[in-house]
T-cell receptor, first 116, second 110 residues
């Protein structure tokens, strides 16, 4: 199956700094990628849809200036958490849809962000 | 909007016990239905899927049938193993967009 990678797998940063998380589709192209946030023992919350060559679409309640998304190529989307604060600590997961017609999503392994 | 109601966890079973995790959904359009599994410390993996009414998805001994009349997609396994311990997510999908249930934590004891 298709493989999606994320980097870094975990990051610890100081409050007020910015953190960039990369999501790559390794063996297929993805014009669309999705970014989720998962709190401990809770479900995945869709944050935004990343679109190659155009602006990302953010879900209601997600601050676009806080979570900057750039989909620079058909295999790479980045999520930058700007001026991070402890409440931004979470597990961030990206996914990309497969090539078939069944809407299957392939998920990255996730990035654990801890803001001190 | 779309929503998913999933059986609350955590669920604890003994090895070889029968498993059912209930899932009902509301969705606009005609969704495909998925079960994803998240093993400890890993990302989500597709477990099984069904794309139209009465389809049965199956994988690794798990099964789920697309019930359009009851808008349900219950996950079952006849005999669970310790290695099945994970969090299970039900997710209808319309277009490329998935809506996730809360997840059900399953622990299987030897």
């Amino acid at each position: 199956g298709a493989v999606v990678s994320q980097h870094p797998s975990r990051v610890i940063c100081k409050s007020g700094t910015s953190v960039k998380i990369e999501c790559r589709s390794l063996d297929f192209q993805a014009t669309t990628m999705f970014w989720y946030r998962q709190f401990p023992k809770q479900s995945l919350m869709l944050m935004a849809t990343s679109n190659e060559g155009s602006k990302a679409t953010y879900e209601q309640g997600v601050e676009k200036d806080k979570f900057l998304i750039n989909h620079a190529s058909l295999t790479l989307s980045t999520l930058t958490v700007t001026s991070a604060h402890p409440e931004d600590s979470s597990f961030y997961i990206c996914s990309a849809p497969g090539q078939g017609s069944y809407n299957e999503q392939f998920f990255g392994p996730g990035t654990r962000l801890t803001v001190l | 909007g779309d929503s998913v109601t999933q059986m609350e966890g955590p669920v604890t079973l003994s090895e070889e016990a029968f498993l059912t995790i209930n899932c009902t959904y509301t969705a606009t359009g005609y969704p495909s239905l998925f079960w994803y599994v998240q093993y400890p410390g890993e990302g989500l993996q597709l477990l099984l899927k069904a794309t139209k009414a009465d389809d049965k998805g199956s994988n690794k001994g798990f099964e789920a049938t697309y019930r359009k009349e009851t808008t349900s997609f219950h996950l079952e396994k006849g005999s669970v193993q310790v290695s099945d311990s994970a969090v299970y997510f039900c997710a209808p999908g319309v277009g490329s967009r998935l809506t996730f249930g809360e997840g059900t934590q399953l622990t299987v004891n030897p």
